[in-house]
T-cell receptor, first 113, second 111 residues
Framework: GQQLNQSPQSMFIQEGEDVSMNCTSS?????WLWYKQDPGEGPVLLIA?????ELTSNGRLTAQFGITRKDSFLNISASIPSDVGIYFC?????????????FGQGTRLTINP | DADVTQTPRNRITKTGKRIMLECSQT?????MYWYRQDPGLGLRLIYY???????NKGEISDGYSVSRQAQAKFSLSLESAIPNQTALYFC??????????FGPGTRLTVL
């Protein structure tokens, strides 16, 4: 089946540092999505990417849809304490006429003040 | 007010018990989903529904059933709960741009 490999699984950084995480797959996706999950809450959509090569920003967050359509990365610049949480990538592809969403395993971000 | 709500938020039950998790949405979306989240495994799809008369199995539907009572309501049932169904359960809706909106989750513990 389709799988996404998300890395790193966890990150421990200092406040103010930049963060980079990525997802790769052997499958081709038509949409890439990045979510953040705070403790006790459901995932919240951060960025959606719809076209290969697309680079999109949302404040301090930047994400790109890989040219091969098999990967995506998310960067966070100048991290702050409220960036703490688990970040998930999700790739969407069409299988047998239906859109299927596949999630990565998540990257847990911890920030030391 | 939250657009996607789930009840209960936390539940502890015993092996063999029947339990129902409920989801309601005010977004007016036709498509609704139930996911299960386990540590290190991300989110896995249990069931999904494209409208009241359209129910589909996801990748891990065994041991679960669903009911779409109305466009706004989609409930997940465990007919006979077992310990390995202990997990965080999320309901979600999807809009016409395929953007998903998640509920706050239900933490279920099966003893």
């Amino acid at each position: 089946g389709q799988q996404l490999n998300q890395s790193p699984q966890s990150m421990f950084i200092q406040e103010g540092e930049d963060v980079s995480m990525n997802c790769t797959s052997s499958s081709i996706f038509n949409t890439w999505l990045w979510y953040k999950q705070d403790p006790g809450e459901g995932p919240v959509l951060l960025i959606a990417l719809y076209k290969a090569g697309e680079l999109t920003s949302n404040g301090r967050l930047t994400a790109q849809f890989g040219i091969t359509r098999k990967d995506s990365f998310l960067n966070i610049s100048a991290s702050i304490p409220s960036d703490v949480g688990i970040y998930f990538c999700a790739g969407q592809l069409r299988i047998q006429g239906a859109q299927k969403l596949v999630f990565g395993q998540g990257t847990r971000l911890t920030i030391n003040p | 007010d939250a657009d996607v709500t789930q009840t209960p938020r936390n539940r502890i039950t015993k092996t063999g018990k029947r339990i129902m998790l409920e989801c309601s949405q005010t977004k007016g979306h036709d498509r609704m989903y139930w996911y299960r989240q386990d540590p290190g495994l991300g989110l896995r799809l249990i069931y999904y529904s494209f409208d009241v008369k359209d129910i589909n199995k996801g990748e891990i539907s065994d041991g679960y059933s669903v009911s779409r009572q109305a466009q706004a309501k989609f409930s997940l049932s465990l007919e006979s709960a077992i310990p390995n169904q202990t997990a965080l359960y999320f309901c979600a809706t999807r809009d016409v741009t395929d953007t998903q909106y998640f509920g706050p989750g239900t933490r279920l513990t099966v003893l």
